[in-house]
Antibody, heavy 122, light 106 residues
Framework: ITLKESGPTLVKPTQTLTLTCSFS??????????MGWVRQPPGKALEWLAV???????RYSPSLKSRLTITKDTSKNQVVLTMTNMGPEDTATYFC???????????????WGQGTPVTVSS | SYELTQPPSVSVSPGQTASLTCSGE??????VSWYQQTPGQSPVVVIF???KRPSGVPERFSGSHSGNTATLTISGTQAMDEADYYC?????????FGPGTKVAVL
């Protein structure tokens, strides 16, 4: 399984960020598959953002829910994250993740992409 | 929102044992995973569901959980183990990461 993120490295404040995760090695049509996004500001800790299930069930970080949308394109083997109203505090490396296990306490982020850096600046 | 607590840093001599703790309210009722992140790299899971080790992770990594504290133990620490380590759990339909512990092998 491999995951690779792509998207802009620089966005302006108030703009919308769109990131794409292209994956291989598994099918999103397989029952039980979850994928998601985690970010990491420079020098800071990891922060979970969103996950999506193979059946389109979506879950979001409560603190960012109003700004996030996660979707998938099964035919293209892609997961897309959009984040609206970007601000300097959103500057971070954004990781695509594959989740092993159902959404819940048994879940683990078992596969990570290489990450894509995003800077928010005018 | 739920919070996990980790010591900012731990120092260990090569060949010695490093113990990294992760604590949180009612953590005893939750599973904990641990991720290793070396500089410039993506995180890698080294322990999941408290004490399970993924294939390919060296046996010197082990996890335990007692009360509201989870512990990642690195036995016979090697220079390559120098990294940031994050604990992670699940609370109220939210994945939560700890602030991370920087392990220095001196």
């Amino acid at each position: 399984i491999t995951l690779k993120e792509s998207g802009p490295t620089l966005v302006k404040p108030t703009q919308t960020l769109t990131l794409t995760c292209s994956f291989s090695g598994f099918s999103f049509t397989t029952s039980g598959v979850w994928m998601g996004w985690v970010r990491q500001p420079p020098g800071k800790a990891l922060e979970w953002l969103a996950v999506i299930h193979w059946d389109d069930d979506e879950r979001y970080s409560p603190s960012l829910k109003s700004r996030l949308t996660i979707t998938k394109d099964t035919s293209k083997n892609q997961v897309v994250l959009t984040m609206t109203n970007m601000g300097p505090e959103d500057t971070a490396t954004y990781f695509c993740v594959h989740i092993f296990g159902a959404f819940g306490g048994l879940s683990v982020f078992d596969i990570w992409g290489q990450g894509t850096p995003v800077t928010v600046s005018s | 929102s739920y919070e996990l607590t980790q010591p900012p840093s731990v120092s260990v001599s090569p060949g010695q044992t490093a113990s990294l703790t992760c604590s949180g309210e009612n953590l005893g009722d939750k599973y904990v995973s641990w991720y290793q992140q070396t500089p410039g790299q993506s995180p890698v899971v080294v322990i999941f569901q408290d004490n399970k080790r993924p294939s390919g992770v060296p046996e010197r990594f082990s996890g335990s959980h007692s009360g509201n504290t989870a512990t990642l133990t690195i036995s016979g620490t090697q220079a390559m183990d120098e990294a940031d380590y994050y604990c992670q759990t699940w609370d109220s339909s939210t994945f939560v990461f700890g602030p991370g512990t920087k392990v220095a092998v001196l």
